[in-house]
T-cell receptor, first 116, second 115 residues
Framework: AQSVAQPEDQVNVAEGNPLTVKCTYSVSGNPYLFWYVQYPNRGLQFLLKYITGDNLVKGSYGFEAEFNKSQTSFHLKKPSALVSDSALYFCAVRDRSSGSARQLTFGSGTQLTVLP | ETGVTQTPRHLVMGMTNKKSLKCEQHLGHNAMYWYKQSAKKPLELMFVYSLEERVENNSVPSRFSPECPNSSHLFLHLHTLQPEDSALYLC??????????????FGPGTRLTVL
């Protein structure tokens, strides 16, 4: 079984400050990990993924995420937040042995608000 | 058209109606998905159509019926829905790769309201 937890429903940060959106996961094997962003009235948009290799993954719009196997975490970060980063962020996981349908399991989402 | 498109974008229906949601992907992908998104809940995977199989979430009621006539089109047929079925229904597609690291492309969703 695979699962994802996003412990914060809401994160507020001032523009220009660093931001972190937290994600922890549980899989029986090794994970594929993803971050998606959803703007109002839109579908989810892929930001970045961890497959293998470097634990620090860089993605779109200046976002990055750090894979920590010992803490089973994949926190999303950005050094300097923009008001336009305000959106709903989803973490997702797939166990590498998840079968032919390759189903993703999503967290419940974290609403990020960047204050001007 | 590019990416993943969904029609209609908004749908209001009564509990006795029958309607269908349509999804089309213009990416040449070989897998398509239906998700249900309710406020403050994780996305719920409803159905997957991939190269070799259809997978369904056993908790999805039979009043939702998917159809995938080809690799580019996906439908979700709705009948005798309940008010708790009101949600955003998202379609996604992906291209399976050997590494398993593919990501899913999402459409904008259909906002469904059941009265």
């Amino acid at each position: 079984a695979q699962s994802v937890a996003q412990p914060e429903d809401q994160v507020n940060v001032a523009e220009g400050n660093p931001l972190t959106v937290k994600c922890t996961y549980s899989v029986s094997g090794n994970p594929y990990l993803f971050w998606y962003v959803q703007y109002p009235n839109r579908g989810l948009q892929f930001l970045l993924k961890y497959i293998t290799g470097d634990n620090l993954v860089k993605g779109s719009y200046g976002f990055e995420a750090e894979f920590n196997k010992s803490q089973t975490s994949f926190h999303l970060k950005k050094p300097s937040a923009l008001v336009s980063d305000s959106a709903l962020y989803f973490c997702a996981v797939r166990d590498r042995s998840s079968g032919s349908a390759r189903q993703l399991t999503f967290g419940s989402g974290t609403q990020l608000t960047v204050l001007p | 058209e590019t990416g993943v498109t969904q029609t209609p974008r908004h749908l209001v229906m009564g509990m006795t109606n029958k309607k269908s949601l349509k999804c089309e992907q213009h990416l040449g992908h070989n897998a398509m998905y239906w998700y249900k998104q309710s406020a403050k809940k994780p996305l719920e995977l409803m159905f997957v159509y991939s190269l070799e199989e259809r997978v369904e979430n056993n908790s999805v009621p039979s009043r939702f019926s998917p159809e995938c006539p080809n690799s580019s089109h996906l439908f979700l047929h709705l009948h005798t829905l309940q008010p708790e079925d009101s949600a955003l229904y998202l379609c996604a597609s992906s291209q399976f790769v050997a590494s398993g690291g593919e990501w899913q492309f999402f459409g904008p969703g259909t906002r469904l309201t059941v009265l």
